[in-house]
């Protein structure tokens, strides 16, 4: 079937992308799904730092990819093996296609997936193909075949997935709300959550306000986290942050020194000695640092966010031996999707997790570059585009 994608055409180039335009709307041809896989109608779908990352080059990908990992759809057609989902239902897309045998899944931990990991790495679905290929190139030089982002490509109007990159979910949430659980939700929620699996009155400390960073805010106060203190660059984001239930709201910039913003965090804090869990969320090198420098001796420093492949982290060593420190890494929010997902919609819905509250308006895939700079500018939490006119 013909469908509409938005495809990256290369990576970095330069900003404004409203400029640059390094993704083009293009009409594909998709192929009707395997055995074990899906065929989604996409309705909703996030746009996430992460495929800025790739946009920008700094997180590495095959070009040209059909972009887009955070989004909602519905069932249109199912494999001869998918039993998990049927048509018409509403589905949640997951970013990391777990195999179900790998070491990584058969010890509950999904997120990290080696044959996910892999296909993820090559653009490719769990099944080791594209289903996108152009109709037409106009040069020999043009590639035809069309690389998947993450498995799931959904700046589309259709796209196919493996069965284990959907989860269903309750059809009565609205799927503008419901399209940011499969990555912003699960990833922030769950690092909070699952990752650091913080204790009822825990203080949190969250560098980076995207929208991960806000699930994680919003994960943080569900949980009972107390004296919550939020980093950011954006003074917007940190007034949104301070309604949703931060403790104290602390504006960097950039010419700041880490000594004295690291002093001036820790002075919110217990006698001054730190949060007993940070949360960096904005995937550079010096968040990573403020975030390890405001973690209180015995604290853990929890990392969700993607940097270059190059950035390295270098600390005093004997802190994490003498203060007995812990650094972890969090993917997918250290997530069952099947079992998290629908538990946080369930939340929503209780009123207790408000991501209504982070999406910052909705667009056409016509103005996906524009999109992409106003992320990119750190104007906005999340942009949504809206992929059919004629749904709700
Ligand atoms: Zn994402
Ligand atoms: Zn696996």
Known sequence: MKVKAAVLQEMGRPTPYAKSKPIVIEELELAPPHDDEVLVKLLYAGLCHSDLS????SRPRPTPMAMGHEAVGRIE?????VDTVKVGDIVSCVFVPSCGTCDSCRTGRPATCTT???ANGAGLLLCGQSHLSRTKVSSPNEPKMIHHLLGVAAFSTYSVMNKNSVVKIDPSIPPKYAAVFGCAVITGVGAVVNTAKIEFGASVAIVGLGGVGFCALLGAVAAGASNIIVVDLEASKLELAKKLGASH??????????????QSIKQLTKNSRGVDYAFEM???????QLAYGITRPGGT??????PHPETKFAVPQVTITAEERTVKGSYLGSCVPTRDIPRYVQLFQEGRLPVDKLVSGVIRLEEINEGFDQLDQGKVVRLLLKLHEDEE
């Open 116 to 118: 996910g990991a892999k």
């Open 282 to 288: 904005a995937g550079t090198g010096p968040t990573l």
């Open 249 to 262: 709201a602390v504006q960097s910039k950039r010419d700041m020194s880490m000594d004295d913003l690291v």
């Open 77 to 81: 057609q199912v494999g001869s093996n």
């Open 54 to 57: 790739v946009i920008n080059a």
């Open 301 to 306: 420093t929890v990392t969700a966010g993607l």
